[in-house]
């Protein structure tokens, strides 16, 4: 579900649950526990990638249809603990945007410290509007702290996926694809062994500070509200004619 893999004292964690490494519970859980574990280990670094062509194409809709009311009460708490378990370790993060990243995708490429994306087709972006849903308070925060208010806004209101070369705010540098890792394996390492360690810990949690408060005093207020309207679109046939859509437009 997440291939470990250790470079040069980097962290490699590659995701590896199906075609597109959509998000469902259990690879959430798996998330969760990878990066909370990481964080403490002996890796100086880490880097965040996916296998085959993409890197996450975001929820497993499917599993959330499937599963209705009791799977989303038990999916969103997940889904807020793996973006956090990205958003706080307290080590250089890097993206290696292997390709397609969408949703629930980006944001967790948006957890992380650099991004660096494979040049060519695959796109990135937020799509959740078009889907039907709100977006957890957490995803909102994170998406404003790596792109900032006004890009996170328009990137949410418009729904739009982006071509690399377009995705201004969600990519941080363009490398051909076969450098994509390596690319971002060297950013982390050089972000490891230009500051000490303690030093980097402290100021990246100085940075998250204001956007980890407002999280922490904003979900008591919509974490209610974003489940039952999740819960709604699945009840009342929303998310099926979604997918239903993307079927036959693919």
């Not at 649950?17 to 002996?42: C, M, P, R, W």
């Not at 880097?47 to 975001?58: F, H, I, K, P, Y």
């Not at 407002?214 to 009342?236: C, F, S």
Request: aromatic fraction near 6%; charged fraction near 20%.
């Amino acid at each position: 579900m997440i291939e470990r893999e250790s470079i040069d004292g980097v962290a490699v964690m590659r995701l590896a649950h199906g075609k597109v490494n959509a998000l469902d519970l259990e690879l959430l859980h798996a998330i969760t526990e990878a990066f909370t574990t990481v964080d403490s280990d002996e890796h100086r670094a880490v880097v965040l990638t996916g296998a085959g062509r993409a890197l996450c194409a975001g929820v497993d809709l499917w599993r959330i249809i499937e599963g209705g009311p009791e799977y989303v009460r038990a999916f969103l708490p997940a889904l807020n603990d793996a973006f956090l378990a990205l958003f706080t370790v307290g080590k250089p993060v890097v993206a290696a945007v292997n390709g397609h990243a969408i949703a629930g995708g980006a944001i967790l490429t948006s957890a992380c410290d650099h991004r660096v994306m494979a040049a060519g087709t695959a796109r990135i972006g937020v799509t959740e509007l078009h889907v039907g849903v709100p977006f957890p308070v957490t995803a909102l925060e994170i998406l404003s702290y790596a792109l900032g208010e006004q890009r996170a806004r328009e990137a949410v209101i418009s729904a739009a996926t982006y071509q690399p070369h377009e995705a201004r705010g969600f990519v941080d540098e363009l490398v051909p694809a076969a450098e994509v890792v390596d690319r971002a394996i060297a950013v982390a390492r050089g972000l490891a062994e230009q500051v000490p360690a303690d030093t980097y810990r402290l100021t990246k949690a100085q940075l998250h500070a204001s956007t980890m408060e407002r999280i922490e005093r904003l979900r008591p207020a919509y974490d209610g509200p974003t489940e039952r309207l999740w819960i709604d679109r699945v009840n009342d046939g929303w998310l099926r004619g979604y997918m239903q859509r993307v079927v036959r437009s693919g």
